[in-house]
């Protein structure tokens, strides 16, 4: 484990460069080690793939004493083999037509039926493994080795909230209306990021999550 400093009031702790399930559940122990340790001055901990970035106050601990503790929280974290020390979550997802405009072409590049595609996406369980790119947007491993495809060549200028895409070997829900190059597969009637509420994201790195396939009449009735 390396220490960088990350501005003034940040530290990341680089895990290695390589970005794989067993570099990530070290990520997830690490961070869950540091906030056990409830550490003087540390105010956020945010897990990603193979790192954890921590942000203080340096009003109320130095760099150097906050990286000796950070270090000793990071023991016996070597030897992580699970990141499933998270919640459990269930996303709804109506699958193809309007929802998922990119089914049929998964589903031909995988040699696949639409059904089957469904049934694969829907039968996997994920781990997410860092939320980014926008407020609430999960990163979800474990997508199936048959669905994995490359992004689309030509990004879309709007992805709808709730979008259900595939880009490479993850899977994630577009929490909000954004732009996007992934697949879109299905759409969620689920809010995944809202403001307003105690803890804007519905998703935490660490959570594990299935999806289940609805009609499009449940998807309405959520909505």
């Not at 083999?81 to 979550?89: I, P």
Request: charged share 20%.
């Amino acid at each position: 484990m390396i220490a960088i400093p990350l501005g003034d009031s940040a530290v990341t702790l680089e895990l290695g460069g390589e970005i794989s399930e067993a570099t990530a559940a070290r990520a997830q122990a690490l961070a869950a080690n540091i906030r056990a340790a409830a550490l003087v001055g540390v105010i956020d901990i945010v897990a990603a793939y193979a790192a954890v970035t921590v942000y203080y106050d340096p009003g109320s601990v130095d760099y150097a004493t906050l990286s000796e503790r950070l270090s000793a929280a990071g023991a016996g974290t070597e030897t992580a083999v699970s990141a499933t020390t998270g919640r459990e979550r269930e996303i709804p997802v109506c699958y193809g037509g309007e929802f998922g405009p990119d089914l049929e072409e998964v589903a031909r590049r995988a040699q696949r039926t639409n059904d089957e595609v469904v049934q694969l996406h829907a039968g996997a369980a994920y781990v997410v493994h860092a939320v980014g790119f926008a407020p609430g947007f999960g990163y979800l491993g474990g997508l199936p080795m048959a669905l994995r495809c490359p992004r689309r060549a030509t990004p879309r200028a709007v992805v709808a909230a709730g979008s259900v895409g595939i880009g490479g070997a993850q899977t994630g829900v577009y929490p909000l209306a954004t732009p996007g190059g992934w697949n879109v597969i299905g759409r969620t009637p689920l809010r995944l990021f809202d403001p307003a509420r105690a803890e804007p994201s519905w998703l935490r790195a660490g959570d594990c999550v299935t999806f289940r396939a609805i009609s499009e009449e449940e998807f309405r009735r959520w909505a």
